[in-house]
């Protein structure tokens, strides 16, 4: 089956740094890619929407300065938490969707904790 | 503004009954509805989903019913297991679009 692997799983940053998450598909090409964050026992927020080799599309509220999304590849997009702050700390999950199947498939998560 | 609701937050059911958690949406552009369980720290797992001009999906023990009229759906697990501990969520994707709406969310518990 449609495989998604997001690295790293968890990482603490200091406030003011940047931190990359990478979305891999690793067994089809994901035409579309999608990032979300989870506060604790909420629900998932869409962040952004991601096609190959265009620019991201932001859901409103969020500052696409600050959430960097690169969609390079049909394997690969990336999200970038620019001058991280303890607001940021969070969970970001990406999903992809190829353009052959109905479906969204998920990664396992990043928790990002901001000191 | 919340387009897709679980107005239960939490479930207790015992091992061998049948649980049935349910959904609320406002949106009556949602074309697809989705149900995802998901463990802390992990992504959402796929269940099973259903399209807007069905009222009901079965794969196995897991079954999704869909009230358009209520802009309602549940999905019932029978018998459930303890392994079906869980958050579980709806999620719905609105017409012409990939976006994936997610609700709020249930936890479930299921004891022996």
């Known amino acids: 089956g449609a495989v998604v692997s997001q690295h790293p799983s968890w990482v603490i940053c200091k406030s003011g740094t940047s931190v990359k998450i990478e979305c891999r598909s690793l067994?089809?090409?994901?035409?579309?890619m999608f990032w979300y964050r989870q506060f604790p026992k909420q629900s998932l927020m869409l962040m952004a929407t991601?096609?190959?080799?265009?620019?991201?599309?932001?859901e409103q509220g969020v500052e696409k300065d600050k959430f960097l999304i690169n969609h390079a590849s049909l394997t690969l997009s990336t999200l970038t938490v620019t001058s991280a702050h303890p607001e940021d700390s969070s969970f970001y999950i990406c999903?992809?969707?190829?353009?052959?199947?109905?479906?969204?498939?998920f990664g396992s998560g990043t928790r990002l904790t901001v000191v | 503004d919340q387009q897709v609701k679980q107005n239960s937050p939490s479930l207790s059911v015992q091992e061998g009954r049948i649980s049935i958690l349910n959904c609320d949406y406002t949106n009556s552009m949602f074309d697809y509805f989705l149900w995802y369980k998901k463990y802390p720290a992990e992504g959402p797992t796929f269940l099973i989903s259903?399209?807007?001009?069905?009222d009901k999906n079965e794969d196995g023990r897991f079954t999704v019913f869909l009230n358009k009229s209520a802009k309602h759906l549940s999905l019932h697990i029978v018998p459930s297991q303890p392994g079906d501990s869980a958050v579980y969520f709806c999620a719905a994707t609105p017409y012409n679009t990939d976006k994936l709406i997610f609700g709020t969310g249930t936890r479930l518990q299921v004891f022996p």
């Open positions: 999903s992809a969707r190829s353009g052959e199947f109905f479906g969204y498939t």
């Open positions: 067994d089809f090409q994901a035409t579309t």
């Open positions: 259903i399209s807007s001009i069905k």
């Open positions: 991601s096609n190959e080799g265009s620019k991201a599309t932001y």
